[in-house]
Each structure stands twice: as structure tokens, then as C-alpha cells.
């Protein structure tokens, strides 16, 4: 409702907009004429044929954003174009003059019935009608920068029902202005002359801002601000706020908090038992949000709500180089071999976290390596992510069959319980034969649960937008090359670089063979983010846990002397020791340039 409030009310500043000039003369036309039979008819005609217009182009260009992952770009160029058109009015008479003629061409046919009907009786409503038509068509094409962000927002995240309205609440809001300012008369309308000027300068100002979003989307700049405002992050003075209230981004089985708008029960009590020893009825949370929005599905064609009732549905919202994530898959995986035969659909939605996590080929070549066969909706825009107001990788929300959550976990662990809710919603859908047994899940590698008891060390990003605790000497240069000094001897947590390095706001690449991370930590296990050189060519490392080879403690992508590739973007196991955990001093070494660095994590 606020929304459509806003959009109103700037339908209604679009008074001031000089692209209404066109429309006005029209307009006063109707002037001294009969409310209800001339002035009327023609604002419903422009508020039809604007929503129309406008929806066309919404529709358009959500399409190519669907269609496959280059669409995105040519919907950011139609974008590009539409902040050009307020940028530099000549551009937008060129490029809406096809529109402009058949409004023209309209306004005489409406003209003309008007005489045909003689002053004396007035306009008829049919003909201000198709007059109001002509207006929106006029209007359409260069209504102001509030309509550039209705139709931005749903070329990069999807049309909807919601979009149209809220079109329809603008063109609302600009037609109620132009009532006013012909009951008023005059006087408003040399005061809206008087006033072109500055809207002039606005209306440039808001098409440079248009512009300067598509290059940093282009970038993929949106990723990273998207980490730092949500509430999904894990960076900065945010985080410490989250974390005070007991919250985590990457939620783990025993310290994920809920979400300020997730459902309303209690996730960890759902399940308290009766006397009978029989599950008590699990609340409802609320409906299941659309799946519109996803760039692509992977393993299944595109799946939607409706089709889906009937069906238990698992929606786990995951991203391929989550370490949580990776650790609750096995499970995953086993709910949905387990239960498919009785009714229930996994769906797999994967929202990226950083930017090479946006490129669908990765995705395609993780799902397959880590063996998901059930669909999974590739969710870019986090169209789907907003839906559900999700706040966590990972998050599972369980579905009934008539459509409604009625449960959900955030993070690792209460695995059983989670199964048990999967039970019991096949049950009340009608399932016969539901297994009681719990699945027994034998997790290896990356994929095996943490030992959280002895962790000491929280995830750590190496880009300098979300770093924390980097102890080389002078800091971090920005986006720059420079040559790094790694701390002498780090306190626990502490890291730093050594050699040269280029650090960007996600990443730190290796400019040179011989560069060094070293870090500080007290875990089990040691994760590090790592990626290939820009063209993809295989970096060579070495690994070492205070100064010496790991031995038995190296991770499944480290060979016992602490060599090993890096040939793709994901999450590599570096460390995984075998004795006490104590406090101990990492180290890779990069035997070749190129590689890029992105964030430690630890079990």
C-alpha cells in the first residue's frame, strides 16, 4: 500500500515534469466543457492507455531479464536508453516520435467527432475517450523518472500484477493533477510553466543517477552493495548490531536467530509432542511466495505455486561456495531421494552471495559436481530471496500441500526435527506409508558437520569491503597494486598479506608468484573462497600450518605436503585437523599470479 501511495503521489508531481507539456494543451481543450461527459472520459482514456503502454514495456523487458543470463544485459541497455531519454530530451523526441504521430493522428480523429457532434451539444464521452487515448500515448514514452524506476524494477525483477498497479496508481496521481488544474485554472498553469526549468535540471539529474545504477550493475557493484545494506550481511557495524541480538548471516544449528519478518512461530518448538505421542499441529506461517523472478531453473522446467499444490514442497535457499550451505546438502539431498515417490518436490533457490556465483555456468558446474538433481531456480535478482523476506544462507521453509508454510529452519543442525515436519506434512496430504525411520547421513569432505564446540574464529572477508581484522602493515590500498608485509606475529583472528596484490571490494587477487595469506585461528577446520586467474588458467599453491607441511591435517583440497590447484570459483578445504584443536598460524602460498582470494571460513 505504501507503494502504491508513493507512486500516486508522484503521478501527481509529474505536473511539473516538461514532458508534460505535450499533454496539456489537450487538456485545457476541455476546459468550460462537462465534468462527467468530456473532461472524465478523457482522463480514463489516458490512465488506460498509459498503463498499457507502460505495462507493454515492463512485460518487455522482464522477458529478455528471463529468457537466459544475456538477457539481463540487453534489459540494463533498454534501461540505459530510458535514463538516456531523460538525460537529453532530444534523444527521447527521436526515439518516441512514432508514438507522438499516432497520438496526433488520434487527437485530429477526436477533433473531428467533436465537430461532427456540434458546440452546441459539447464533446461526447466517446470521443474525449479516444482523445484521452491520444494522450497517453503522447505521455507515455517520457512520463518522468518515477515511471523509469516502476519500469527498471520490473525489467531486472520480474512483472507483475503489482508493477501494472502500481502504474496505474501513478498515472492516477497525474491525472488527479490535471483535474485540479483545470478546476483552478489559469493560474496553475503558468505557475507549472514557471516551474519547467527546475524539473528540467531534476529530471536530468535522476536520468545521470539511472545511468550511473546500470554501470555499477554492469559491474556487479550491486552484489557487493547488496552484502552491506541487507540484513543479510555479515560486515560492519550491522553485523555487530545482529550479532548482539544472537543472529548470524550464515546461520548455523546453534546460533541462528529469526529474521525481523519471518513467520511468526517458533522453529525450534513446532514440534512439541503430545500425550499421545502424536505431533502437534504445525501453526501456518503464511503462503507460499511467488517463484517468478528466477533467470533460469536448473533440472526442471520453470515451477510455480499453483502448480505446486498438492505437493509437500522444501524450498532451501543456498549458494554453492557457502560452507553452512554445503553442509546441510547432504541432508537435502537425502530428504528429496527419500520422499519423492511420496509427494514431496525439493526446490533448490540459489541466491548469490558473490559475484562469480551470478555466472549460470558455475552454477551449472557445482550442482552438478555436488550431484543436486532436483530443480533448482536461479535466483540473480533475489526476486525470489524478497519474497520470503529471507534473511539466511542456508533456510529451509516447508510447505503443506494447500500452499501454506508451516515451518521453517534457518542455519545447520535439527536435522531430525526438520525430517519429522516433512513426515507429517506428507501425512496430512494423504501419503500412505510414511517412513518414521530418520534418514542416516554419512557426510564427508567439505560436507561433514562442523565441530562448533571449539571454533574460535568467525568468518573473515579478504575484499576490503567487508574485511576485518587485516594486520598488514599500512593497510589496505583500494583497488590498486601494491606490494604487502604480512604481520610478524598475528594475534588470534589477525591476517594479513604478503607481496603483491590488487584488493578489490570482494576479493584480493595475486599480482605475482610468491604471494602469501597468513591468518591466525583456532578451529578444526580451515576454508578459504579461492578462484583461477581471470582466463581461467589453473593456480598452483602450497599450504602450511605453523611453518611446517599439514601432514594429516590437510583438507581434502590440499595433498599431505600442502600442494594443491586452484581450477574453479568455489569454497576449498585447506586444513582439516586430526588432533587437538588449538591455536595455529595458516599460510598459502601462490606458486602462480592470478589468483583471487574471497573469504575464510572454519568448522
Partial sequence: MTLLILAYLGGILTIVSPCILPVLPFVFSRAGQSFSRSVLPMLAGMVLMFALVATLAAVGGSWVVQANQYGRWLALALVAVFGATLLFPKLAERLTHPLV???????????????????????????????????GLLWAPCAGPILGLVLTGAALQGASVGTTLLLVAYAAGAATSLALALLVGGRVFATMKRSLGAGEWIRRVLG??????VGAIALGLDTGVLAQVSTASTGGIEQRLVDQLGARRNANGTDSGSAPQAPQADANNAMVRTAANEPAPLPVEGQLPSLDGAVQWLNSPPLTAQALRGKVVLVDFWTYSCINCLRTLPYVKAWAQKYRDQGLVVIGVHAPEFAFERDINNVKKAVNDLGVDYPVAIDNNYAIWRGFNNQYWPAHYFVDAQGRVRYHHFGEGNYAESERVIQQLLREAGAKQVADSIADVKAAGVQQAPDMSDVRSPETYVGYERAENFTSPGGAVKDAVSDYRAPTSPSLNNWGLAGRWNVGPEQATATQAGARIVYRFHARDLHLVLGPDANGKPVRFRVAVDGQAPGNAHGTDAAADGTGTVTSQRLYQLVRQTGDVQDRTFTIEFLDPGASAYAFTFG
Fill in 101 to 135: 504521430s499516432l497520438g496526433n493522428r488520434l487527437t485530429q480523429s477526436a477533433q473531428g467527432d467533436d465537430t461532427a457532434a456540434g458546440e452546441s451539444k459539447g464533446t461526447g464521452p466517446g470521443a474525449s475517450f479516444l482523445l484521452g487515448i491520444a494522450t
Fill in 208 to 213: 545521470g543517477l539511472m545511468l550511473a545504477g
